[in-house]
DNA sequence: ACATAGCCGGGACAAATGTCCTTTTAATTC
DNA sequence: GAATTAAAAGGACATTTGTCCCGGCTATGT
């Protein structure tokens, strides 16, 4: 339920240890600060190599949306970057978070010369694309219910402290209705 | 709203025209005919040169969930490829198809050979992934109507005939309440 | 023309979800 | 410990959405 991709931190560990290249910088964050804006120009990509954040996009009616938890090794921005346009959601630290941070053109450059990291890259965006898409399918036509339980199965393993307004978030639904669920699942489980 | 990749469909028309690869084949379907099925193995990408699909999730409870109309130079089954998983989603042709099909082993070795090909499958790849996130949102956090007067002003445009039930699966609700929205719509907008 | 079948729109009701606001509980300060 | 504040839970009602089903419209064959 928390995105990782170990292939992907690995191999910028390997690279940034190596002293081969000077493009990947450290960056550290703390709980609540912002990776990345929404609807704002990002010219890096980040990677993170420790901790948890919350990639959510605020709607216009002021509600959010939580795309996905991201914790070691997700890749941050690269949308953005490919794709040449401004942010379109919100990327904010949980816990605290150490990050590789690499400018745009030193990212073009690693993929080139580096082709296993392109082939992992690809394969990044691949996964995301398919969580995503899955995701959506789901959550639209399930009830609440059936999709409070999929979540609550997710992070059963994770030693994550998820708060009941990003459950809510994250399924699309306000409070009130996160608590009707939550009185009914455990009704049911009796 | 259907979507389309010039660059893409022209660099594979170039390619092919130019006899310098053998790998391409063209193909065709006919409406109603499916060019990806969900739960099966994929072993192959196809990229429309022309013609109209629908990219659909079937759930578990029997409704279906259109992600996306694919048009000219859509890539598809390129996730599974990449991910080497099994479909998530069926792709059916709406009207007459036709497609340029690469196997798998022939297209990562395409992949490696062009670089120019390996950017703009890439970025194909991110823009989809930014309008099934961003959509998904959309759809999640906004009401039917909303939904639906969003839609219709993408399809304005466009020479496609949707069906209602087409409609509906792409808004993730039932007929009965896209007929109410519908008049909703018309008559608010007297 | 008539009968039949199939599709389409909508009425009536049920269930799910959101909004608003009160109550309850927990936490904090003095 | 009492007072105050903040956070969580839930009641009451309105709205939205889904389910079920009926009646009408269209097409087709005989």
Redesign the interface.
């Known amino acids: 339920m928390i995105r990782i991709n170990k292939e992907l931190v690995d191999y910028f560990k390997d690279l940034k240890t190596s002293n081969t290249v000077d493009c990947i910088h450290k960056e550290v964050f703390y709980p609540g600060d912002f990776l990345i804006h929404q609807h704002k120009k990002g010219n890096t990509i980040f990677i993170i190599e420790r901790g948890i954040a919350k990639c959510f ?1 605020n ?1 216009d ?1 002021g ?1 959010d ?1 939580i ?1 996905e938890f991201v914790g070691e090794g997700e890749i941050l921005g ?2 953005e970057v ?2 040449d ?1 401004l942010s ?2 919100n990327v904010q630290a949980i816990t605290e978070i150490t990050a590789f941070k690499v400018y745009k053109s030193d990212f073009y450059k690693l993929l ?1 010369e580096h ?1 296993a990291l ?1 082939q992992i ?3 990044a ?6 969580n ?11 009830p609440i219910d059936y999709n409070l339980k999929k979540f609550m199965a997710l992070i059963a393993n994770q030693q994550l402290n998820v708060s009941k307004q990003d459950i809510a978030d994250y399924l ?1 639904i306000t409070i009130r209705s996160l608590n009707r669920a939550l009185k009914n699942n455990t009704e049911n489980n009796l």
């Open positions: 996009v709607e009616n509600r949306f795309q690269e949308i490919f794709t346009t379109f959601s080139d082709h392109n890259v690809i394969r965006i691949a996964v995301k694309l398919r995503t898409a899955m995701r959506a399918s789901q959550q639209q036509l399930h699309g």
